[in-house]
């Protein structure tokens, strides 16, 4: 943005995965949930940041759709900081029945995977420290 404004409701730069080994660490090392309008593979990293990648093919739709869906995801993540915390790495995958979902019942089916991907994972290492 012009003049150095911050835009405020958006993912940080820092946040997103951008790097192909980042997702292919992510995927080959983490654990995967999969849902019927996506799968959305967490590493826990120790020490190291957040970050987000997200993964929409052309079998979802053309790519205003594709854009729509990374949007919708992203969002997802920046608004419930209480699962994408620091020391855990996440790529999203979209699928085709993406598109015909409710952002809202998109969220709660969302958040409900993360927290069954995030569940006790940094927990037992912080509590032994």
Not at 61 to 76: F, Q, S
Request: aromatic share 8%; with cysteine.
């Amino acid at each position: 943005m012009a003049g150095g404004r911050e835009r405020r409701f958006k993912l940080p730069r820092a946040a997103r995965m951008r790097r192909r080994r980042d997702f292919a660490r992510t995927v080959r090392e983490g654990r995967a949930a999969a849902r019927e309008a996506f799968v959305i593979h967490c590493l826990s990293v120790p020490g190291e940041g957040r970050l987000l990648g997200v993964v929409c093919g052309r079998r979802v739709g053309g790519a205003v759709m594709r854009n729509r869906v990374k949007r919708r995801l992203r969002e997802i993540f920046r608004t419930h900081p209480e699962y994408f915390r620091d020391g855990f790495w996440f790529v999203a995958v979209a699928k085709p029945a993406i598109v015909d979902k409710d952002f809202h019942a998109l969220q709660g089916e969302v958040t409900a995977t993360l927290a069954g991907l995030t569940r006790g994972t940094h927990e037992k290492n912080s509590a032994s420290d």
